[in-house]
């Protein structure tokens, strides 16, 4: 790994990105979950709300399994069993990458950016050896600009923000590799889950299911195509997850207004949400409060909730979100209450546990507008 890459983690502050307007459009995207090891197989599953939620090793105190969403057949712990998974996903990115792009398109001269759980989920320095594990495994060597960002699933709008600046500069990449991988199927963690009434098991219906994945979504500027990002914006929440400080939902509320200004697009012409909501009341609760505020009470949202297939995946989530909005759109049938017109804007929220609130503005071309 070379020293920039070593350095990384203090280079992205998550902070960078409170309201940055963005011109990505996604070019290519893989997916490796539970509902499926390619994004081909997973897609259409999600959308058929179906998951894999099965019971596992770990127990409550009590004695009852705790129900993950795992993917199968890998054997090995720790690093190298997310290392395996985001190998899977990034090749299938980059075996998705259209023909139009493959000629001038080299992965060494492409800047991975990777997200990984914060330090409450892993080592300090869990992302980097993640890193070099994944490059071990694949033989890929990216750009020198390539970095890790720590930061979970909300630090998404960090990466976007990074994303787009790289792009911006003069010599820098062409092409943008966003990727997240994260597993919360370890004894620490889930018996600290357990611990805070986190996880969904008899006795608590208020909680999630754990789960893995690791997702790639390849971007690049002035592209068109089926899905681009247009704006994100960042605000911090002062409620607590456990209720020792109220939530009012205005760190949410702010970021979405902020990435709504950033894109120069209105909150009513907003067109339907993603979410990273995975069971909680507390962070659903806060999520109604907020849209209830943003639009004054009136029309519903159609609401997209990839958890509900994928389990809680951390910072996987993000990229996994827009992989399968991009490969949704990029058919010819719509899914059913989706928005219509040609063109359309998605909202995507992410929240996490220190109070961090993202907001991605999205803009949607879908192959079916086209067809219908």
């Given at each position: ?51 894999h ?43 998705a ?8 398109f ?25 890193f ?32 787009q ?81 109220p ?44 849209f ?33 909005l ?22 995507m ?5 220190r ?18």
């Amino acid at each position: 790994m070379n020293e920039a890459m070593k350095n990384s983690h203090s280079a992205l502050d998550v902070g960078e990105a409170r309201a940055v307007r963005l011109d990505l459009d996604v070019v290519a995207a893989g997916l490796c979950c539970a509902v499926g090891q390619r994004l081909d197989a997973a897609s259409p599953a999600l959308l058929a709300n179906l998951d894999h939620f099965q019971e596992s090793e770990f127990q409550t105190n009590a004695g009852d399994p705790v129900r993950v969403a795992r993917l199968p057949g890998e054997k090995s712990w720790g690093v190298g069993r997310v290392a395996k998974w985001l190998a899977v996903a990034v090749q299938d990115a980059l075996h998705a990458v259209p023909p139009a792009h493959r000629a001038g398109f080299d992965p060494a001269e492409c800047a991975l950016l990777l997200l990984c759980g914060d330090v409450d989920d892993a080592p300090g320095t869990w992302g980097a050896e993640l890193f070099t594990r994944f490059g071990e495994l694949t033989g890929l060597r990216f750009n020198s600009q390539s970095a890790v960002l720590p930061s979970g699933r909300a630090g998404f709008a960090a990466l976007c923000s990074r994303a787009q600046r790289l792009l911006e500069e003069k010599d820098g990449p062409r092409h943008v590799l966003m990727a997240g991988a994260s597993s919360l199927l370890n004894a620490r963690r889930i018996n600290q889950l357990l611990h805070d009434e986190r996880l969904q098991v008899p006795g608590n219906p208020d909680g999630f299911f754990p789960g893995e994945a690791a997702a790639a979504v390849l971007v690049a500027r002035g592209q068109g195509g089926p899905l681009g990002l247009r704006g994100v914006g960042a605000a911090q929440e002062a409620g607590n997850w456990d209720g020792a400080v109220p939530n009012r939902a205005e760190g949410l509320t702010a970021a979405v207004r902020a990435a709504c200004d950033a894109a120069n697009v209105r909150v009513a012409d907003l067109a339907m949400r993603v979410s990273d909501i995975n069971g909680e009341a507390f962070y659903a609760r806060e999520a109604a409060l907020a849209f209830s505020r943003l639009l004054n009470g009136g029309r519903q949202l159609v609401h997209i909730t990839p958890a509900s297939g994928l389990g809680e995946v951390g910072a996987a989530l993000g990229p996994a979100a827009i992989a399968y909005l991009w490969h949704r759109a990029s058919r010819a049938s719509r899914p059913r209450e989706w928005p219509v017109s040609t063109s359309s804007y998605p909202v995507m929220h992410m929240a996490d546990d220190r109070g961090l609130r993202a907001a991605l503005i999205l803009e949607m071309r879908p192959l079916w507008a086209n067809a219908d």
